[in-house]
Nanobody, 123 residues
Framework: QVQLVESGGGLVQAGASLRLSCAAS????????MGWFRQAPGKERDVVAA????????YYADSVKGRFTVSRDNAKSAVYLQMNSLEPEDTAVYYC????????????????WGQGTLVTVSS
């Protein structure tokens, strides 16, 4: 049984930083690509960032490039999302995701989801 547990969400002011963490269990973590998605109220869930199995390849949505950084620690079975210069538009529930394979393409090939953590950015 694969479990993905996110942590690190909260309420911050615009311009602040947050670091989200996702702890994985139940599968050989280092074999799979991981990603972060978000869903704002009334909107679809969209990919924010993704990282391949080894950490050597990453993807970012245009809206977060230069502000967010995805990383992973295979020894700890964890993936992280460092979010800097947060904007009110970043307010959403953020979901950790495990892909079907070691690559994150196609970006909708998610096998497992976490339960989500809420990030609220006030202006």
């Amino acid at each position: 049984q694969v479990q993905l547990v996110e942590s690190g969400g909260g309420l911050v002011q615009a311009g602040a930083s947050l670091r989200l963490s996702c702890a994985a269990s139940g599968r050989t973590f280092s074999t799979y690509a991981m990603g972060w998605f978000r869903q704002a109220p009334g909107k679809e869930r969209d990919v924010v960032a993704a990282i391949n199995w080894s950490g050597t390849g990453t993807y970012y949505a245009d809206s977060v490039k230069g502000r967010f950084t995805v990383s992973r620690d295979n020894a700890k079975s964890a993936v992280y999302l460092q979010m800097n210069s947060l904007e009110p538009e970043d307010t959403a529930v953020y979901y950790c995701a495990m892909f079907f394979s070691g690559t994150y393409y196609p970006l909708d090939a998610v096998d497992y989801w976490g339960q989500g953590t809420l990030v609220t950015v006030s202006s």
